[in-house]
Structures are given as C-alpha cells and as structure tokens.
C-alpha cells in the first residue's frame, strides 16, 4: 500500500497527567494572571462598596440606585466594535490591537480605583460615583479585549484549558476584592474610633488599586496574538460596517437559521444559576446560618469548589469534547439546585450546607467552562471581541430579568417550590444542547477585499 492511500493513524491518546501539564504551559500561565486582573474590579464597584457605602451612613435607596453601576458591564457590546477594531495612536503601533487596548483599560481601573481610594463618600459622594462608572468602564473595555486575546491565542479545542485557567485567576482576585479588601481595612483601622474611617478604605482602595500590576505587567511581558488580516478599509462609512455590520452579518451567514438556535442556547444555558442565585442568601439568612458559616463555606470553601470544577470541565472538554461536557454541565447544574430544597427541610445544617455548596459550585465550574470554550468556538477569530461581546451579554440578558421575580415567587410559593421551579427551567437548556450539538462549527470564510469601480 503506498503512502497517499494510507489511512491516517488516529491521535495518540494523552494520559490524564500529560492532559493537566496544560495548565502549566505559558498560555494558560498568561490567562491566569489576566484572569485575576479582569476579577479585581467587580466587587471593588459592586459588593464591597455597598458595604464601605452603608458603613459610611448613604442610605440603602442610594446604594441600590448606584449599583446601576454595574450596567456598563452589560452593554460592553456597545463598544466592542471600537475596540475590535480601531487602533490606538502610539500604543497599538508599539504593543498591538489587542494588548494596546488591555493596558489602556487597566490603566483606567487603576487610576478610577485610586480615585475611589482618595475620595471620601461622606464628603463628595457623587466624585465617588464618577471614579466608579471609570473603573466600570474601563473593567468592561478589559473584559471585551482579553476575550478577543484569549480566543486569538490558541485554537478552538484549546479554549476549555484557558477559560479554566481565566476563571482561576477571575475567582482568586473575587476572594482578594471581596475578603481582602476587608481584612486590609480592618488591620487600617484604629481601635475605639468611629465606625467609618475613611484612612482605612483609603489604604484598602490604594493596596487593590496596586494589585493591577499583576495585569500589567502580563500584558507587557505577552506577545500579540496573530490576528486574520483584514482589508483596509477605503472611507468611515466602509470602516463602519466593518466594524458594525460585518461581525453579527458573518453569524448569521455562517449559521443561517441555525443561529436562532444557537443564540436561544446561549440566552439560557445559565438560567438555572442565575435565577437561583439571587435568593441564594436570603435562603442562608432565613435558614439560621450565620454570616462567618456562610461566608466560611460559600465564599472560600465554594470559590475553591469551582476552580476544582472549572479545571475539570476544562480538561474533560479536551478528552470528550465541548458538547459532551457542555450537557453534562447542564444537568449538574439544574440538578444541584434540588440539593438546595433538600436543605431547605433541613433547616441549621452546617454540614449540609457544605455538601449542597460543593455539589452547586463544582457543577458551576464545569459548566463554565465548557459554556466559555463553545462560545469561543463559534466566534471569527476576524470579529472576535464584537462577537463574543455579543454572546456574552445575551447570556445573562434573560436569566437576569427573571431572577427580578425570584423573591415574589418565593414569597408566594416558598424555597422547596422556587428550587425546584429552578431546576425545572433546565430542561429546555438540555434539549437546545442536544440539537446543538448536530450543528458543525462553521469555519469563517477569509474576508474579501473592496472591489473597486469598473473602469
């Protein structure tokens, strides 16, 4: 038999030690550490200022109000196409599209969190509203650029190894900003003095403030992803559907009807999570729990439960496949939230709760990971911050909305019946995932070049 009508010899199987060395190789080394930079500012804007709020005498009807902050990271879709797109004078010359853009938005965190450092609440509360909206804005800006960075950095089935490494880096900096951030101002403080001291938030916000190094410092020892050369364009209005049209017109194009489909997945894979969450704590308050039980398990002992599951979702989407554990992460997550009206007949069980934590988060990992690396794979590397921008908003856009319902509910019909009604709304995700998984990842085509007039 000659060479040309040899079969090919299948892939040599990795053993599952070889499979984890992965996460030590410098890609995932990288991710983990833009990771914890993407991580930091959420809570430093969101949680942990409405408890530095509160203690500083703003009434609650502010804080809620101000949490509105927030909203920058669900309308990053908006901007996506700049940044995917227009280039930065001097710094995209020197560090590329893409690592110009993450340092420009980390220099933004870092500078709005000093800014919130500096500023007293007490005193000029709205200048503190301003340094927020920046670190949001600039967090925002961040995530689109490391995604497009992430997905550009290596092929499709490795996306699962580096969403892993990415959420590692995004839960540590959660634990630092959300737990750290409070120990560093409790050791600021001054015993016997007022409740607020705005020296100890100072010192707290400044020391968060200096942890965005870790992101600069990566983004300035990487190297540029390799990007799919694009045509230049010949006038603004060319450039704006390029960086407009362009990306959402390759989906459809790509998927055709199939797109509806795979958009319907992706609005509620996650609907069992979210919903759920948000009467999370309540649930923990109203069963007896104490704040340093429930902050003990579900803020440390969880965070670890879910690095535990992203790693191994990652890995197992490389030995089975993105979809295999893309349906798998399904039906843990919709399952574990019956284990959530289990404890709810339990009433104060501590070691219940550690049971029902770790099932939930290391469900959660799993399925985030495998979630991540499917939206990865179906994103033009050409559009990819645009793209998966796109994706990543109408992820949440649904289960939020929802979640709003949730207290009603569980006033009206109690915790045993909203956990299960929770788990129930995870059927349809099973369904989509299975005809999903029928759809072939569609390789984009090369973009064409602009004709020009016929002469």
Do not use: C
Not at 52 to 58: N, T
Not at 173 to 182: E, K, P, R, S
Request: proline share 5%; net charge positive.
């Amino acid at each position: 038999m000659n060479q040309a009508s040899a079969s090919p010899e299948p892939p040599t199987r990795k053993s599952w030690l070889e499979t984890l060395k992965v996460y030590l190789e410098p890609a995932s080394l990288r991710m983990l550490a833009l990771g914890f930079a993407a991580g930091l500012p959420l809570l430093l804007v969101l949680g942990t200022l409405s408890f530095r709020l509160r203690e500083a005498g703003v009434d609650r009807t502010t804080i809620g109000y101000l949490s509105w902050v927030g909203l920058a990271y669900a309308f990053k879709w908006a901007w996506a196409p700049l940044v995917d797109r227009m280039p930065l004078p001097g710094l995209t010359h020197w560090l590329g599209r893409r690592r110009s853009w993450l340092l420009l938005s980390q220099l933004a965190v870092m500078g709005g969190l000093a800014g919130m450092a500096l500023t007293d609440p007490q005193q000029d509360l709205h200048a503190l509203v301003v340094f927020a909206l920046v670190v949001a804005f600039g967090s925002a800006t961040q995530d689109i650029a490391l995604d497009a960075f992430r997905i550009e950095s290596a092929p499709s089935n490795e996306q699962a190894v580096l969403a892993a490494s990415y959420q590692t880096g995004y839960r540590l900096a959660m634990i630092w900003a959300g737990a750290g951030v409070l120990w560093v101002a409790a050791r600021a403080e001054t015993p016997g003095a007022e409740a607020y001291q705005h020296l100890a938030w100072q010192r707290a916000y400044l020391v968060m403030a200096a942890s965005m190094a870790v992101g600069l410092i990566t983004v300035l020892l990487s190297a540029e992803p390799v990007r799919a050369a694009l045509p230049p364009a010949r006038n603004a209005l060319e450039w704006l559907r390029g960086a407009l049209v362009d990306p959402f017109a390759d989906f459809l194009r790509r998927y055709r009807w199939q797109a509806a489909l795979i958009l319907g997945l992706i609005a509620i894979y996650r609907i069992s999570d979210v919903v759920m969450g948000i009467m999370a704590n309540p649930f923990y308050v109203d069963m007896g729990f104490t704040k340093d039980e429930v902050a003990a398990v579900t803020k440390v002992y969880g965070v670890v439960m879910t690095l535990a599951g992203a790693f191994i979702g990652g890995a197992l989407s490389l030995r089975l496949g993105v979809m295999r554990v893309l349906m798998l992460g399904a039906v843990l997550s919709a399952a574990s939230n019956l284990l959530f009206a289990w404890l709810g007949t339990r009433g104060h069980d501590v070691t219940g709760l550690v049971f029902v934590v770790s099932a939930d988060n290391l469900a959660g990992g799993i399925a985030s990971a495998a979630f991540i690396a499917y939206l990865s794979s179906l994103t033009n590397i050409s559009y990819s911050a645009t793209q998966y921008a796109l994706f990543s908003s109408i992820m949440l856009l649904l289960p939020k909305w929802l979640a709003g319902f949730s207290g009603r509910y569980v006033d009206s019909f109690g915790y045993g019946s909203f956990f299960t009604s929770t788990a129930l709304l995870g059927l349809p995700v099973l369904l989509l995932v299975a005809l999903a998984s029928r759809i072939p990842v569609q390789a984009p085509q090369a973009p064409q070049a602009p004709q020009g007039p016929r002469g």
